[in-house]
């Protein structure tokens, strides 16, 4: 049998220590970029020290990903605020210097995998703005704005408690799914 392994849930996650994963996520990104584009620079000073007007970058970076995490828990604030600020966070994270070639390369597996706090953020963030824009969820987005894991969101569907919309055989419909979340007593709906 295998073991019960306990997953992150939105709710637990602080929107301060998310904004400080996402902060220090794009400072390795950096170093990641600078030592691939000039090897030579493994021997210098990390790039925490190329700062003057990375200190701004870095403080709107961080006041995005604190306010997507509050978003992504709470559903305060605006839509177009968080999906402002989830280009933030993306930009700073998922995009590789390949970018001028049409072509964007996430930096870790991380985004979209519900085992990370990271992840679970993302998904739950995710999940409320396509609510906002009237669309069907993802059984994982679902999952991580209610704060249960898809396996139970299946079981759900299966039993009938969740529908599936009826244009994407891979998402649940958007009334049943926001329903099901104000019944579950979730912030914000």
């Known amino acids: 049998m295998t073991p019960i392994v306990e997953l992150p849930r939105v709710a637990s996650i602080d929107a301060t220590e998310f904004a400080d994963l996402v902060f220090r ?36 970076l961080w006041r995005a990903a604190y306010h997507f995490g509050r978003y992504a828990k709470t559903g305060d604030g605006s839509p177009d605020n968080a999906k402002k600020n989830l280009a933030t966070i993306m930009r700073a994270l998922y ?10 390369v996430p930096i870790d597996g991380a985004y979209g995998d519900p085992r990370t706090p990271f992840g679970v953020v993302l998904m739950a963030g995710v999940g409320r703005l396509k609510l906002a824009a009237h669309e069907p969820l993802t059984t994982r987005e679902l999952a991580a704005v209610a704060g249960l894991n898809e396996r139970r969101i299946r079981q759900l569907i299966d039993e009938g408690t969740l529908k599936r919309d009826p ?3 891979e998402t649940v419909d958007r009334l049943t799914a926001k329903a099901f979340l104000a019944h579950r007593s979730v912030p914000g709906f």
């Not at 925490?48 to 403080?59: C, I, W, Y």
């Not at 995009?95 to 964007?104: C, D, I, S």
Request: glycine share 6%; charged share 20%.
């Open 25 to 60: 996520r794009a400072q390795n990104h950096v170093k990641v970029l600078v030592q691939r584009l000039d090897p030579a620079l493994k021997l210098m000073k990390p790039p925490g020290a190329l700062r003057p007007s990375a200190l701004v970058t870095q403080t709107r």
């Open 95 to 104: 995009v590789t210097a390949g970018e001028h070639a049409g072509y964007q």
């Open 167 to 169: 244009d994407e055989s």
